[in-house]
């Protein structure tokens, strides 16, 4: 049982290239989130999807884009990466906020925008 | 907009001691959740609290929720070095229908506990 996997965990990328991170999860959850971590700011969503077929954008959504491409899956793109997206990244997932549990986080994915 | 705020941010404790991490929010919500996370790892759950006036303990943890104060507080007893790590509080942003987005989350408090 993996939980929630994310690929890559490290990345290190130049100013105004692209990447996606990937994100997959086993454990037939509806909602699924994306979340940067910088210190001393805790985390802050960036988009997020409640259910397959729908994405919403969340508090630091500028310079990404989203995809969910099914039920397992839910990708984060940076079209052209700045200095500003060097941080840690975790996908999260849950059942449904409706039914009162945690989300699950991934490993993360460290990036670095030089 | 839902605001989170954790206090204190950074707490250096010795062994043995008790002390408590406060957890405030801003809007109505009766879902709040407790994580861990250790240095370079990712976040753990360690508590969900659903009403107002749930408690969960779990070993030296003990979590508990006034959904009327908007407030939660993480107590720690007996502290031993194994409980030093990043502690994050969470807050569902509940609609009236009842649904929610991500939730939102404090800043962290960075917990050493020295021998």
């Known amino acids: 049982n993996a939980g929630v996997t994310q690929t890559p965990k490290f990345q290190v990328l130049k100013t105004g290239q692209s990447m996606t991170l990937q994100c997959a999860q086993d454990?037939?959850?509806?909602?699924m989130y994306w979340y940067r971590q910088d210190p001393g700011m805790g985390l802050r969503l960036i988009y997020y999807?409640?259910?397959?077929?729908?994405?919403d954008k969340g508090e630091v959504p500028n310079g990404y884009n989203v995809s969910r491409l099914n039920k397992r899956e839910f990708s984060l793109r940076l079209e052209s990466a700045a200095p500003s997206q060097t941080s840690v990244y975790f996908c999260?997932?849950?059942?449904?906020?409706?039914?009162?549990?945690?989300?699950?986080f991934g490993q993360g994915t460290r990036l670095t925008v030089v | 907009e839902l605001k989170v705020e954790q206090n204190p941010l950074f707490l250096s404790m010795q062994e043995g001691k008790n002390y408590t991490i406060y957890c405030n929010y801003s809007?109505?919500?009766?879902?709040l959740y407790w994580y861990r996370q250790d240095p370079g790892k990712s976040l753990e759950s360690l508590f969900v609290?659903?009403?107002?006036?749930a408690v969960k303990q779990e070993g030296r943890l003990m979590a508990s929720l006034d959904t009327k104060a908007r407030l939660s507080t993480l107590h720690i007893t007996a502290a031993v070095h194994d409980l030093s790590a990043t502690y994050f509080c969470?807050?569902?942003?509940?609609?009236?229908?009842?649904?929610?987005?991500?939730?939102?989350f404090g800043k962290g408090t960075h917990l050493i506990i020295q021998p």
């Open positions: 454990m037939n959850h509806n909602s």
């Open positions: 809007t109505t919500s009766d879902r």
């Open positions: 999260a997932s849950r059942f449904s906020p409706g039914t009162n549990t945690e989300a699950f």
């Open positions: 969470a807050v569902d942003k509940m609609y009236s229908g009842g649904g929610a987005d991500g939730l939102t």
């Open positions: 609290l659903l009403s107002n006036g």
């Open positions: 999807s409640a259910s397959e077929g729908t994405t």
